[in-house]
């Protein structure tokens, strides 16, 4: 028997798998299918509907935390769905399936001088999951959000309706489901506009910074004339160094500026390195592990400031590839965190509030002794989406190591940072999310919004068939 | 390392092995979820805990695989979790010499291993996710080498004691503990009348070294008694032409 039978007995027939948020913190043992074609995944829905068991979806399995997990039902793996529907090569409109990577939409379009709007620091989340986390990049406070650039998409609910939705039509829907975290429907096809480019290559200036505040004033003067503008931050450094780092700001190539001309948009010169500092880089994680402790990531972070310092103001010219996907640098680079894994914390908070909170929690870390060994400054603008993680302000992401001896103690901290970024007027970024709760989330995106994207849910999938861990824990959803 | 168990799963709990571990399980305080055929035996067994309260009776037949997903996260939500599952489940019927059954046979595969897959499946998954558990496997020194009086039997907790063992190597990276129970005679229905006993121990000794090997952790694949696994090493190393001639 096939997982599309509509016949089929999910609970005593779906396999169980044990599926991960991509920081590997934490876990859940699903019921689990991976449909071929929509009906097939619509067929799913019904079937789960009829048992009354559960659903998530998942694409890549790209959100840090418990976003596309669910133990207690079934998870509906969509990236089967992958196919390029059309291409408009002349208005640069996209159509594909769900489960289409950003790899495989910039493979397809960058030939013809196209790259997406918004693209997160990897290129494998799929179309559904960019969309349901309404994902971000390094040129948020410029391009806003992935769904500002969707032009329309159709959402299959759990009650049988497909919804074709865009800014005319179904409006409310389109600015509750992109954002919506995958709980309102299926996400079977979209259209997006990508940004005509004149060249395969971007300008990338590089600035040492020797503290936040000094990170904080170099975006602020960088930000009227970048096209991406994106820092690193040094999460151990201390006293007047807090929060050193370096600044990578990008810009496009005009074409008389491209030495490469059109050879710059084959997808063989848009390549990320095969080896980094010699080592080949599937292997390399392995060499990364020893050194994912307080010290040796001390280590390496003095060694990237001085590299950074040493290559202050040294402009040179990167592909888009290059300069986007720099988690995908080092393949695997989650296993160097160990068997506990890690939890990003993403925290965004408005401008004014912005610094001296971030300077807080960075010293709340080390004083712990929980450093975080990455962390990373992005510049956001508001949105019109319903559950929308943007302010006019900033967002720091950190990566918190989770080891079994400190987790209790890492999520209590996180408690400490989370109160201070509500104090601050924050917010937080469900994708990356692993240790919110239902009145934590309350206070950071207000009873009118969550009631706005509770009436929906109400609305489209009445029975509560969509469900994930992540929204029993943050929304209560059951 | 000693881990404590706080709520477990017992299948086979009406009887033999499986009724001292539930027996012994309860009175360390455990809540336990027993699991047989025979709804009257195991309210027998129930009625007899320390600890009746905090356990509950599932009549269930083994060979109803299809029942198993459903019961289990039935059992887990009643329970609000689990940390150990036991597989205690057994038959060995009598085989003639000269007898070929098929359905004696079927029937020894299904519930001494196929019933076994059934449950130990969702609760490796479960075990996985959490990244912590015991399954403590109850198999057999029968599982050693093909005699010549059981073919099934031996066949069944041959496979049975593989499986655990690939279990143990697919789960013991996430901290999940696989334990393979062997024992020699233990006095029970299935060796009632059993000829050429010896070496032969209570079901509750049995239990009693079997929970204390899956509370340490330290050995994952034990004969029970010990001195069995001497036996075990005598058998292994008797050359197949010899063996053949052997009448046990």
């Known amino acids: 028997m096939t997982p599309s039978s509509e016949s089929m007995d999910l609970r005593k027939e779906a396999p169980r798998k044990v599926l991960d948020g991509f920081g590997r913190a934490v876990l859940a043992a699903s019921r689990y299918a991976a449909p071929e074609s929509a009906d097939e995944m619509a067929s799913l829905v019904r079937r789960a509907r009829a048992e009354r068991m559960p659903v998530t979806f998942r694409g890549s399995g790209r959100s840090y935390g418990d976003a596309s997990l669910n133990g207690a039902g079934l998870v509906v793996d969509g990236t089967k769905l992958n196919r390029m529907l059309s291409w408009d090569p002349v208005n640069g409109v996209a159509e594909v399936q769900g489960g289409v990577t950003i790899e495989g939409l910039w493979r397809r379009t960058i030939t013809d001088g196209y790259w997406p709007h918004v693209v997160p620091g990897t290129m494998f989340p799929t179309m559904g999951g960019c969309l349901s986390m309404n994902i971000h990049g390094k040129n948020n406070f410029k391009e806003g959000p992935f769904g500002e650039h969707v032009v329309d998409f159709d959402l299959v609910t759990p009650e049988g309706d497909q919804l074709r939705c865009s800014r005319e039509e179904n409006a409310d829907v389109f600015h509750t489901a992109i954002g919506g975290l995958g709980l309102l429907g299926a996400i079977t096809r979209v259209r997006v506009q990508l940004k005509k480019v004149e060249s395969g290559l971007l300008r990338v200036d590089p600035c040492a910074v020797s503290s936040l505040r000094e990170m904080f004033e170099e975006f602020e003067k960088r930000l009227p004339h970048s096209d991406y503008l994106v820092g690193w931050v040094d999460c151990l450094s201390e006293g007047a160094e807090l929060g050193r780092g370096e600044i990578h700001q990008a810009n496009y190539l005009h074409a008389d500026e491209d030495p490469l001309g059109e050879v710059g948009f084959h997808t063989e010169r848009q390549t990320l390195p095969t080896r980094i500092l010699g080592f080949p880089k599937d292997k390399l994680w392995l060499f990364m592990r020893p050194f994912f402790n307080n010290p040796g990531v001390r280590l390496i972070n003095t060694a990237k400031v001085v590299s950074a310092r040493m290559n202050h103001g040294k402009k040179y010219l990167q592909s888009h590839v290059g300069f986007a996907f720099l988690l995908d640098y080092v393949p695997n680079w989650r296993l160097a965190y160990g068997a506990g894994g890690f939890i990003q914390y993403q925290v965004f908070i408005p401008k004014a509030e912005a610094l001296g909170a971030m300077e807080d929690i960075l010293r709340m870390a080390q004083e712990a002794k929980l450093p975080s060994y990455l962390g990373v400054l992005k510049r956001h603008r508001p949105d019109a989406f319903c559950l929308s993680h943007a302010v006019d302000g900033y967002s720091m992401a950190m990566d918190y190591r989770v080891t079994a001896e400190n987790r209790e103690r890492l999520w209590a901290l996180t408690r400490r940072f989370t109160e201070r970024v509500l104090a601050a007027g924050g917010r937080f970024y469900f994708a990356k999310d692993a240790v919110l709760d239902q009145e934590q989330v309350r206070r950071a995106y207000g009873e009118e919004r969550l009631a706005r994207f509770k009436a929906m849910k109400e609305r489209l999938d009445p029975q509560h068939v969509l469900v994930s861990d992540l929204g029993r824990r943050a929304l209560g959803l059951a | ?248």
């Open chain 2, 1 to 248: 390392m000693s881990t404590p168990f706080t709520k477990a799963i017992v299948i086979g709990a009406s009887s033999g092995i499986g009724e001292s571990i539930a027996k012994r399980l309860s009175a360390e305080g455990v809540s336990v979820a027993l699991v047989a055929r025979r709804k009257e035996e195991l309210d027998r067994v129930h009625t007899g805990l320390v600890h009746r309260e905090t356990a509950r009776v599932y009549a269930h037949d083994v060979a109803r695989f299809d029942d198993v997903p459903e019961l289990f996260d039935r059992i887990v939500g009643d329970l609000g979790g689990l940390d150990l599952l036991v597989y205690a489940a057994g038959v060995m019927p009598k085989v003639d010499e000269g007898e070929y059954s098929f359905a004696k046979d079927r029937q020894m595969v299904e519930v001494n291993l196929l019933g076994a897959m059934a449950w130990m499946n969702p609760a490796a998954a479960r075990f996985e996710a959490q990244r912590r558990g015991t399954i403590i496997g109850i198999s057999s020194i029968a599982g050693e080498r093909g005699r010549r009086g059981n073919p099934a039997y031996c066949t069944s907790k041959a496979a049975l004691t593989t499986y655990l063992e690939s279990l143990r190597n697919r789960l013991s990276r996430y901290g999940v503990n696989v334990v393979t129970i062997k024992p020699g005679f233990v006095d029970t229905q299935m060796t009632r009348g059993m000829k050429g006993l010896f070496w032969l121990i209570s079901p509750d000794q049995a239990a009693e070294t079997s929970l204390s090997i899956a509370h340490d952790m330290t050995s994952p694949a034990v004969f029970v008694p010990a001195r069995w696994w001497l036996v075990a090493l005598i058998v292994r190393l008797i050359p197949s032409f010899v063996f053949r001639r052997l009448n046990f």
